[in-house]
């Protein structure tokens, strides 16, 4: 929940990315959006904050520290949330039906954290 988040000093004061558009359909030929560098904390006060009908679409992609040529990492790039989370072994190839993964052996690509 965005109170769960946001109590957590090290995931609501990290720095991060967002496209921010007033169209929920982000054109990456037209540039419909502009990006913001904001806290997460930020971010999920925003989104919990609009009620007022008018609506702001935000879109965050964790990613990787060199975006262009790391996969994206949400259990590095979040490490307090690293903590709570694991990898069922069924969504990783190779891995034994029920065997459990923090993400960080030979298996895993990826994992993305989205928010909106």
Known sequence: SPSHLLAKPAVADHEISVHVSQ????????????????KFGDLLRKLEGEKDGKKTWYYLRSIGRNPRKEPAHALTQFPDLAKELSIPGDVLWGAAPG???????EKYFSSVLRCS
Do not use: A, I
């Open 99 to 105: 065997e459990v993964t923090d993400g960080m052996d």
């Open 23 to 38: 169209s929920p359909h982000l054109d990456f030929v037209r540039k419909n959006f502009t990006f913001e560098n904001v």
